[in-house]
């Protein structure tokens, strides 16, 4: 790598990591030498910025785009355009596509070239007096350039405001303000680039008005009743996910339709990418059926006006609230519009707020390239039935529960890790969410046979994702013994986590699944027992445990029957022994281990004859597999014609008659 390419990553990163500058993955870097200039590919986070993300041009090539006439339409002039770019790309097998704003970088003669969008900067260029604080803070140090559509037209007016830059000073301007966009800074080195910037923010930062330190303000319970309902009144077949946020910042414009108008339109071109042109605001907010009513009404007004469903909702008193495809982009709409809201703070201090307008608004909207942009940085990965949905996983921190959990992330679905054990739980999430995925994973402490834990954990999901699709009720002890040594106390407790704790989880699951059914009758939702062999066929000197999971499938049929004219389906996946799992070779409370000392295997005197013994019990003489119970999970969500079955996953064990 060559060093300059090194320090161009540096700098991206540095920048792409600090929400004050970069926001949802966008700005722009370059670095040139006197043949190739290498720019950030569309749609690339400069964050998360390597080599394979940069794309490298001929410089030659491009700069015959400056000389050439194009078309007239707006709409052929761009494609001739682009076609003109792709031609310059040195490694067109890549398949990286330079960013639209590759030429704007070329015409700056300065070998790095950083575009980014400051908070405080655009706070300062989206308000009505920018030319004038622009001048009167940085004199002629820095180019303004009146707002301009992007691409082209951009890149023209650009190049003739440079020429005459250079003619009067012999230099190229080192800063370039674009109204309601950003900035652009250009250097021989980054570490002068940092330096400017540094100077930049230090004298905006001055001139406009502080925003009082922003805190964060509490969810409100009764969303649990309207969020799920949103969800489904904003989705299409493939319900996404909502992201909730609520803070002093946000309040200050929630309070009235009349502070709602100063973040009403969007100010730069990336709020247009990723929040899309307008935002819904409802004032009547004091119960969960004042909400939906107000939503219901504005609504079908708000589609036939704009064309789209929104985005973005702000509700008094309660917080501003993103729909989209995926937890990830939902957070990034909610980020930007965040970023809107703080612009437009600084912006009503300096004479007031410079909205784009409709016809400026239309052109971005409808532009092929930022459509491309918004495709590739909002992409939701995989594209199957399960591709982010939401899920809760009990018992999910280790063992059968865990790989369950990881199966399901793997696929791209928002997983809810519930256990007791904190540390293990948090680690693992840490772990599920090291590798870059447009879902989620979260742990939640949680005791299935506390039913106040269980509602807890209901409303803490419906808090961070906004509904929920599966519950996998996986949570449950074992403890071997027979009458004469089992203590009344483990009784309870086994029963309590593995059947109360089941019916606590189909309650509370329930109840959310059951407002998604109301706005979308036709939408399936899940509620899964993973069960045992145990359940459908008695175990010696192991009834607290084959009980308990009797009892789970009697629960199973008859949460089936209540539930289906919900189309909440309830099933029982019931394994064979987990025989490579924990629970059974724990060194020292596995379950080789307990039936050794309890004498359940006659004749047994050391574990590995306990181990021979149950495999010689499978006709497929193995013990059950992670992927055995994962085939059939998927097979009870696909399907839609089956509920109230216990299935068994026991390598021909047990067979139903």
Same mark, same amino acid.
């Given at each position: ?54 794309? !490298? ?21 761009? =494609? +001739? ?54 001048? /009167? ?22 190049? &003739? ?38 100077? $930049?923010? @230090? ?7 502080? $925003?009082?330190?922003?805190? @964060? ?6 969303? *649990? ?20 946020? *609520? ?7 929630? +309070? ?29 907010? &004091?119960? !969960? ?8 009404? @504005? ?140 879902? /989620?994973? $979260? ?40 009458? =004469? ?46 069960? &045992? ?104 969500? =696909? ?5 109230? +079955? ?12």
């Amino acid at each position: 790598m060559k060093p300059e390419i090194k320090e161009l990553i540096e700098i991206s990163k540095y920048y792409g990591s600090n929400k004050e500058y970069v926001i949802a993955g966008g700005g722009n870097t370059s670095f040139k030498d006197e043949e190739t200039i290498w720019i950030k590919a569309s749609g690339q986070s400069l964050a998360e910025l390597t080599e394979e993300g940069l794309v !490298a041009l001929n410089r030659e090539k491009l700069h015959e785009i400056g000389l050439k006439i194009y078309s007239d339409n707006p709409t052929e002039r761009e =494609d +001739q355009v682009k076609t003109d770019m792709f031609n310059s790309i040195l490694d067109p097998e890549k398949n990286r596509r330079p960013s639209v704003e590759t030429s704007l970088h070329e015409v700056i003669r300065y070998k790095y070239v950083v575009h980014l969008h400051p908070t405080l900067i655009n706070g300062l260029l989206c308000s009505r007096n920018a030319k004038n604080l622009t001048f /009167k803070l940085f004199g002629e140090s820095v180019l303004f350039v009146p707002y301009t559509d992007p691409g082209y037209t951009l890149f023209k007016k650009l190049d &003739s405001e440079i020429k005459l830059y250079r003619e009067k000073f012999s230099h190229d301007p080192k800063i370039i303000f674009l109204e309601n966009h950003g900035s652009f800074i250009g250097a021989d080195t980054t570490e002068e680039i940092k330096n400017i910037y540094s100077d $930049i923010i @230090q004298k905006i930062g001055a001139q406009l008005p502080s $925003i009082p330190e922003v805190t @964060q303000l509490p969810y409100n319970p009764l969303l *649990n009743k309207v969020l799920p309902r949103l969800r489904m009144l904003l989705s299409g077949e493939q319900p996404g996910v909502i992201r909730f946020r *609520n803070n002093s910042l946000i309040a200050g414009f929630y +309070q009235n339709e009349r502070e709602f108008q100063k973040i009403s339109l969007p100010l730069t071109p990336d709020m247009i990418v990723y929040c899309k042109t307008r935002y819904m605001y409802i004032e009547q907010s &004091s119960t !969960a059926e004042k909400i939906l009513d107000s939503f219901r009404y @504005q609504l079908p007004r708000f589609v036939n006006e704009y064309g789209f469903l929104p985005k973005v909702i702000l509700i008094k008193d309660m917080g501003v609230f993103a729909i989209s495809e995926s937890c990830g982009s939902a957070e990034a709409i909610l980020d930007v519009y965040e970023d809107l809201a703080r612009i437009s703070f600084y912006a009503s201090g300096c004479g007031g707020i410079k909205f784009l307008t409709r016809e400026q608004i239309s052109f971005i909207d409808h532009w092929e390239v930022e459509n491309y942009r918004r495709k590739v940085s909002q992409s939701t990965g995989s594209g199957n039935k399960l591709n982010n949905k939401i899920a809760i996983v009990t018992g999910g921190a280790q063992g059968f529960g865990a790989g369950i959990a990881e199966a399901l992330f793997s696929l791209n679905i928002n997983i809810v890790i519930a256990d007791m054990n904190e540390e293990t739980g948090n680690s693992f999430v840490s772990r599920l969410t090291s590798k870059r995925t447009s879902s /989620k994973a $979260i742990f939640i402490k949680t005791n299935v046979a506390d039913p106040a834990s269980v509602k807890d954990l209901i409303i803490s999901t419906v808090k961070e994702f906004g509904g929920l699709d599966l519950m996998i009720s996986n949570a449950g002890v074992l403890r071997a013994g027979g009458l =004469d040594e089992m203590d009344p106390e483990v009784f309870s407790r086994t029963t309590n986590v593995n059947y109360n704790g089941y019916f606590h989880c189909a309650k509370y699951a329930s109840e959310v699944m059951k407002l998604q059914n109301n706005e979308n009758p036709e939408y399936f939702t899940d509620i899964i027992q993973i069960n &045992s062999k145990s359940g459908i066929r008695g175990s010696n000197r192991n009834f607290a445990y084959a009980g308990s999971k009797f009892g789970g499938i009697g629960l199973t049929q008859s949460f089936a029957l209540e539930l289906a004219p919900f189309r909440i389906k309830v099933n029982s996946i019931c394994p064979g022994n987990f025989l490579d799992g924990p629970l059974w070779s724990d060194p020292k409370n596995g379950l080789f281990v307990q039936y050794l000392k309890a004498g359940k295997v006659p004749g047994a005197k050391t574990i590995s004859d306990v181990r021979q013994y149950y495999e010689n019990q499978v006709p497929l003489k193995r013990g059950c597999k992670l992927e055995d119970v994962i085939k059939a999970l998927l097979y009870i969500v =696909d399907q839609e014609y089956e509920t109230g +079955q216990a299935v068994p996953v026991t390598g021909g064990q047990v067979m139903l008659g």
